[in-house]
């Protein structure tokens, strides 16, 4: 009864307070909110007639009528005796644009006088920011604090209207007390109060009114639920007794069975409850049975019938009917017995349909004719297939339920040819439209009787396991399709640019963000120039955080300067931008530096580089070297997977570049904690294949250090910390798993860990002196990108290398030499051969010719790209090279990478030592087709290099 009052009693209450916050949170700051812009309107449309009496002597000016002097004098004696308001004290001033007060009717002692330094007691100089706002727009809107009215002691808020008066550059206007504002606003509030508690004590009682009828009658409602309640438990407490089943029918539907008929039919009682009898009358009756139980009255007597069971089949019965008068109501009392029993077997239906119910295997029986229909199915097969009960299993084609179609000709011709199908694994449409794999056995058999084809079935649901078999393929084929936006540039995932004048309200950015459903905007300066950007996040976190009010101008919560990216930039690369500087939004900018779109990282699935963002946020954490060899050697085994996947070559070599550069940082970041910060500005820069982004599993360290110059007295000190920081690095990866540098081309080498002087000094030497070991080095080194630190001394150093060619361009005579005179492998006798074994190609050696080509032709066209398929995408897209021959070269260093990664996983999953030489004896046929055709594009290459640089031989 508790419970009744406080549903009824809840709801009044909430009904009040929803009307009490409607007023309080809705209607009276609307009110407000109406009554500020009035007020603010009236202002603008006051200093306009005002302004209107200026305009008026400036055209008797214009006639000649008066003089300017006599105008001027004229106007301000009109406007210096205007009032208004209830007091009438409200009035006008005047100021010039210096600004110096030309008229103020209260304040004589302003009056020409200069107000550049004039401030309110907040130190806002009121007088300047008039005549900035009227420079700005001719007019506008200004809050201060002034005198009240007349009074000098008393100062208040004011918020006043100022429009400029062009031909005398004066300044006129006119204000509001903000006191007078929150009167009016008082006094609405007050009125809305009163109204609201008379408006709440007129519901009150109306509620209470309909609450106290409302619990009268539910206290009838429930004495009487009592009542019959007791009565249906004494009479439940009888025939519960009873060992045959029992039914009490009031005006046709059940209102009581016991424990006995839940046996016989498989329903519990509670799904009894409130059925008609008829519906659980089996239509295999005849038509006489089902009329005389359609009736709300079964009439005395004693019936043989089938009833429908809950989980398919039926069970015959004994029905004895009679009537009775029960608690004032007409009611049938049906008594059950079951007479039901297999010949067969020694125990009821009831008992064998219980225990295969149990089990975790479908049966069922069905047709093997036009109809196909079930005619028996346990819960199991129900439930597998996807329906409710039997009933609406029994109207379905068993062959209907198999998904392909061909499927369903091939079982019903194979079951008839041979009699049964044996642990038959089909792909099944459920009743909901979903599918499901199953394996079923079927077995035929004729009715002796009526010689129909049956079949008795096992049914088992293997959806699970069948995803289990097959997660690794799935997982790598999610990674695959996944991994492929990777190496889409950002301009294929570019969102609208929506930008603000950032002089705008931040009540303008709120509106435009609500307006155009947007998470970012850029601010504008005099339309042209971005100078920030401001994301919801700002709006969310800023504006609270500084406590600023919605008229505030937008720039204060801007971002700046805006972070940007080439819209070539390959993702995964604009991904790894964003989490340097800790945003979501870049802007992508075109070739000619203009705005192309807006590139944001959470529009990018997550999934996409799902994995490789698990192992980036291990290593990012990890605190050991140990710690980070353990993420190594995970990684490998997920490299392996990709590489066995057959993917792109670029997705590899993404993810392992991405993981070993941020191995590389947390390895430099351990150092420097150990063994203390930097003196100077450093840079830490890898070389060669690491440098190109081209890692392989073979790949060894190929890095270097770069230092700021320093003094001679600090000279020692600088060299004794880069050799300690070099010496740690080099010594961490090794124990991680990159293996030394067999040429010792590593920062731990003194030669190699120098400042940015000396490095220039070294390619200036190697351009200007291309002798064989400087072309060696500069063949390495020219492939450097900066992975940690400062990034200018990367720029310093490429600045000098295309100054010094161009003083030297016979440098690049000589690397292209380089590549002409290269010894390639060759094709005899349909094997491939080489130099050294006649077995084997050592496809580095086979790489070599392209990823010189692609560097070769870079610098001579100051492409700045490391990696060899982004400098030939530069030279086709710059029309340097033509795009067939760039096609062509791309495919032939994608299919020898190819080729290298997975010879290499082939090597190290047989235990054997890596390298580089691929025995082509296990090759299939068609790969040595392609390996000969890709080897013979070499020679192409060489002629091409001989023509363009003009090579004699």
Not at 324 to 340: E, H, L, M, R, W
Not at 652 to 662: E, H, L, N, P
Not at 716 to 745: D, M, Q, R, T, V
Not at 843 to 868: C, E, G, Q
Request: glycine share 4%; aromatic share 10%.
């Amino acid at each position: 009864m508790r419970k009744n009052y406080l549903k009824i009693i809840l709801p009044t209450i909430l009904s009040i307070l929803l009307f009490i916050l409607t007023i309080f949170l809705i209607i009276i700051p609307h009110f407000q909110q109406n009554i500020m812009n009035g007020k603010r309107e009236m202002i603008k449309e006051l200093t306009n007639s005002a302004w209107s009496i200026l305009a008026k002597y400036e055209k008797d000016e214009k006639e000649g009528i008066l003089t300017r002097e006599m105008a001027q004098k004229n106007a301000i004696s009109r406007i210096q005796y205007l009032r208004y308001g209830e007091e009438n004290k409200d009035y006008f001033w005047v100021t010039d644009i210096k600004p110096t007060m030309i008229m103020h009717p209260f304040r004589a002692d302003l009056n020409g006088k200069d107000l550049s330094d004039f401030s309110d007691p907040h130190g806002k100089k009121l007088f300047v920011e008039f005549v900035n706002t009227v420079k700005k727009s001719d007019h506008g809107y200004v809050d201060y604090m002034w005198q009240w009215k007349d009074d000098s002691l008393h100062i208040v808020p004011k918020l006043s209207y100022v429009r400029i008066f062009k031909p005398w550059n004066w300044v006129i206007g006119t204000g509001i007390y903000i006191e007078d504002v929150k009167k009016e606003i008082s006094v609405l509030t007050n009125k809305m109060v009163w109204i609201s508690i008379g408006i709440s004590t007129i519901i009150v009682l109306l509620l209470l009114y309909i609450i106290n009828q409302t619990l009268n009658i539910e206290h009838k409602r429930i004495e009487a639920e009592n009542e019959l309640h007791e009565s249906k438990e004494k009479y439940k407490t009888l025939v519960e007794a009873a060992t045959e089943g029992l039914i009490m029918l009031i005006d046709g539907k059940i209102s009581f069975s016991n424990a006995v008929i839940s046996k016989m039919t498989g329903y519990h009682n509670s799904e009894l409850v409130n059925l008609s009898l008829h519906e659980i009358i089996s239509k295999s009756n005849n038509k006489d049975i089902i009329n005389i139980f359609s009736q709300n009255t079964v009439k005395e007597g004693r019936y043989e019938l089938s009833l429908n069971k809950k989980n398919g089949g039926s069970i015959e019965v004994l029905i004895t009917s009679s009537n009775t008068v029960f608690y004032g109501k007409a009611v049938n009392i049906i008594i059950v017995k079951d007479i039901s029993f297999d010949k067969d077997q020694t125990f009821s239906n009831v008992d064998y349909q219980k225990l295969i119910g149990t089990l975790n295997i479908g049966f069922f029986k069905a047709r093997i004719d036009h109809k196909g229909k079930f005619t028996f199915a346990n819960e199991t097969t129900i439930r597998i297939l996807g329906f409710n009960n039997f009933a609406e299993l029994s109207e379905t084609h068993i062959f209907g339920l198999i998904a392909d179609p061909d499927e369903r000709i091939n079982l019903k011709k194979n079951l008839i040819d041979k009699g049964f199908i044996k642990s038959k694994i089909l792909r099944i449409i459920n009743r909901d439209g979903s599918f499901s794999v199953v394996a079923i056995s079927l077995v035929l058999h004729q009715n002796e009787s009526s010689g129909v084809l049956l079949c008795d079935g096992i049914i088992e649901d293997i959806t699970q396991q069948e995803q289990e078999k097959n997660l690794t393929n799935e997982l790598i084929a999610r990674l695959k399709v996944q991994d492929l936006t990777l190496e889409h540039p950002v301009k294929n995932y570019l969102d609208e640019i929506h930008s603000l004048d950032s002089d705008a309200s931040l009540r303008d950015v709120i509106h435009l963000f609500s307006k155009r459903d947007t998470d970012h905007l850029l601010l504008t300066k005099n339309e042209m120039d971005f100078i920030g950007i401001i994301t919801k996040n700002d709006i969310q976190s800023r504006i609270l955080k500084l406590n600023l009010n919605l008229d505030n101008p937008a720039y204060l919560i801007m971002s700046s300067p805006i972070v940007s990216v080439s819209e070539n930039t390959m993702v995964i690369d604009a991904i790894k931008r964003c989490d340097e500087n800790y945003i979501n939004h870049l802007v992508a900018r075109n070739e000619s530096g203009g705005i192309a779109g807006m590139f944001k990282r959470d529009n990018i699935c997550n999934g996409i580089i799902k994995s490789l963002s698990f192992y980036l946020g291990r290593v990012n954490s990890a605190e050991t070297n140990e710690a980070i060899k353990s993420c190594y050697d995970s990684l490998q085994i997920l490299l392996k997977s990709i590489i066995k996947s057959e993917v792109s070559v670029n997705i590899y070599t993404s993810i392992a570049t991405a993981f070993s550069d941020a191995v590389l940082r947390r390895v430099i970041s351990l150092a420097t904690d150990e063994i203390g910060t930097s003196p100077v500005r450093f840079s830490f820069i890898c070389l060669g294949s690491e440098g190109r982004k081209e890692e392989t599993l073979f790949t060894d360290q190929d890095n270097a250090i770069i230092y700021e110059d320093v003094p001679k007295e600090n000279k020692i000190a600088a060299e004794e910390y880069f050799k300690k920081l070099g010496n740690k690095i080099c010594h961490s990866l090794h124990h991680i798993g990159y293996s030394y540098c067999k040429g010792n081309i590593m920062a731990n080498n003194p030669q190699w860990c120098q400042p940015i002087s000396t490095w220039e000094e070294y390619f200036t030497t190697w351009i200007a002196s291309p002798e064989s070991q400087n072309l060696l080095d500069a063949m390495i080194f020219f492939d450097f990108r900066t992975v940690f630190g400062e990034e200018s001394f990367s720029d310093r150093l490429r600045y000098v290398i295309a100054n010094s060619i161009k003083v030297n361009p016979l440098f690049l005579y000589h690397l292209a030499h380089n590549i002409y005179s290269i010894k390639y492998p060759h094709i005899s006798s349909g094997n491939i051969l080489s130099d050294k074994n006649a077995e084997h190609i050592d496809l580095k050696n086979a790489l070599a010719p392209f990823i010189m080509f692609a560097r070769t032709y870079s610098l001579k066209n100051d492409i700045r790209d490391t990696n060899t398929l982004d400098r030939l995408s530069a030279l086709k897209n710059s029309r340097i090279i033509a795009g067939d021959t760039i096609d062509e070269l791309v495919f032939a260093y994608g299919f020898l990478m190819k080729l290298r990664l997975r010879n290499q996983v082939y090597l190290s999953e047989n235990k054997a030592q890596l390298s580089n030489s691929l025995g082509f004896k296990r090759l299939l046929e068609l790969e040595l087709h392609l390996l000969k055709k890709v080897i013979s594009v070499i020679p192409d290459i060489q002629n091409k290099i001989k023509l363009d640089f003009r090579i004699s031989t």
